[in-house]
């Protein structure tokens, strides 16, 4: 138990006599670190939305990534204004918000 270097949360330790825990693992370097990162997701959608147009025969309306192929409707970027300028700048809750969800 010398000192020793490993990763946590993403940064680099330096603890002498104390041992790693077990869900802590060792890291040497950035490529290290980002051999651990996992998808986003966005890519397990993109399949999966490609899935169910080679299935269903049907156009799916692709979110997930990239950029619309169509204008954004002139109300949305209204409202993305109105937004922006009365401060709705911040993530939302992960369940939701809740006037969206009962309307």
Not at 73 to 99: D, F, L, M, N, W
Request: proline share 6%.
């Amino acid at each position: 138990m010398d000192t020793m270097g490993f990763c946590h949360n993403g940064l680099k330790v330096w603890i002498r006599n104390i041992p790693r825990p077990a869900s802590v693992k060792y890291c040497s370097t950035t490529a290290d670190r980002v051999a651990e990162l996992e998808s986003e997701g966005a890519y397990a959608v993109m399949a999966a939305a490609s899935k169910v147009e080679q299935v269903t025969g049907k156009k799916v309306a692709r979110l997930e990534i990239g950029q619309p192929t169509f204008p954004t409707p002139q109300h949305i970027v209204q409202a993305g204004v109105r937004a922006i300028e009365s401060g709705q700048t911040k993530y939302s809750s992960p369940s939701g918000v809740q006037s969206l969800k009962e309307a």
